[in-house]
T-cell receptor, first 112, second 115 residues
Framework: AQTVTQSQPEMSVQEAETVTLSCTYD???????LFWYKQPPSRQMILVIR??????QNATENRFSVNFQKAAKSFSLKISDSQLGDTAMYFC?????????FGAGTILRVKS | DTAVSQTPKYLVTQMGNDKSIKCEQN?????MYWYKQDSKKFLKIMFS???????INETVPNRFSPKSPDKAHLNLHINSLELGDSAVYFC??????????????FGPGTRLTVL
């Protein structure tokens, strides 16, 4: 079975600080994609960032970046200059075939 | 313009009833999905359709029947609703099927409450 582990159920960060959310996964596939989605209180699922497993370069999207370690099957999300609007639940989700497999999520609270 | 829309956003109903949730995407995508998010926020895929054909069915009770009249629509019909069906149901869509690279875009979700 393909599993996804987000080991931090909840995290807090001060506004303007940096925070890293961890994710590990288990797969025997060699070619796959990985995604981070955020779900704010509005419950909308919003794409944050995606990473191609065949690329060594870590993906970056404005204040969001990933640290992808393929051998370790680790895919962490770094949020720089945290903003109040970043408060949300964050889901790590590898894509196997066309099936997204979600982790249990990390609740991130940004404090002013 | 809403890319993936779902109706209704909220649905409250009695046990044993039959209900439907509608989903439409205007992105021109070929593949659509239904996901269920339970009370602990755990998200799991239920179904996937590509060009109106079922391609994923994740051991969902047969009380759940997806219907895709065309590739822009994927509706979810639920018969004989049970308390355990209470959840948020998300529709999503992606460009294609052949590649496992396609980003999935989600609708706003439908909160179903079964009393």
């Amino acid at each position: 079975a393909q599993t996804v582990t987000q080991s931090q159920p909840e995290m807090s960060v001060q506004e303007a600080e940096t925070v890293t959310l961890s994710c590990t996964y288990d797969t025997s596939e060699n070619n796959y994609y990985l995604f981070w989605y955020k779900q704010p209180p509005s419950r909308q699922m919003i794409l944050v960032i995606r990473q191609e497993a065949y690329k060594q370069q870590n993906a970056t999207e404005n204040r969001f970046s990933v640290n992808f370690q393929k051998a370790a099957k680790s895919f962490s999300l770094k949020i720089s200059d945290s903003q109040l609007g970043d408060t949300a639940m964050y889901f790590c989700a590898p894509l196997y075939g066309n099936k997204l497999v979600f982790g249990a999520g990390t609740i991130l609270r940004v404090k002013s | 313009d809403t890319a993936v829309s779902q109706t209704p956003k909220y649905l409250v109903t009695q046990m044993g009833n039959d209900k439907s949730i509608k989903c439409e995407q205007n992105l021109g995508h070929d593949t659509m999905y239904w996901y269920k998010q339970d009370s602990k926020k755990f998200l799991k895929i239920m179904f996937s359709y590509n060009n109106k054909e079922l391609i994923i069915n994740e051991t969902v009770p047969n009380r759940f029947s997806p219907k895709s009249p065309d590739k822009a629509h994927l509706n979810l019909h639920i018969n004989s609703l049970e308390l355990g069906d209470s959840a948020v149901y998300f529709c999503a869509s992606s460009q294609g099927l052949a590649s496992s690279t396609d980003t999935q875009y989600f609708g706003p979700g439908t909160r179903l409450t079964v009393l």
